[in-house]
């Protein structure tokens, strides 16, 4: 599939994964994080590795996403 269009191609997108995931290797996250800067601007792609961290999630990578959500989406009031 080709790049997408409209206001989609500017969304902002996240992308975390441990480096020692038995189940999904890190090396497929890489290859979805580049076929995603195909698609959108690659300039709101960021993938992130977490040393060590297996098929789960941690602090560090929640805190990630948090700071992502906060950066992105409008506060509630």
């Known amino acids: 599939q080709g790049p997408i269009s409209g206001v989609n191609k500017d969304i902002p997108v996240l992308q975390c994964h441990g480096d020692c ?11 979805t994080v580049e076929k995603l800067k195909s ?3 690659p300039a709101n792609v960021t993938f992130k590795t977490y040393s060590g961290m ?3 999630s941690s602090l ?4 990630d996403v948090k700071q992502f959500i906060d950066k992105h989406l409008p506060p509630i009031d």
């Open 21 to 31: 995931d038995p189940l999904v290797p890190v090396m497929f996250g890489s290859l």
């Open 60 to 63: 560090e990578e929640m805190m």
């Open 39 to 41: 698609m959108i601007n």
């Open 54 to 56: 297996m098929h789960s």
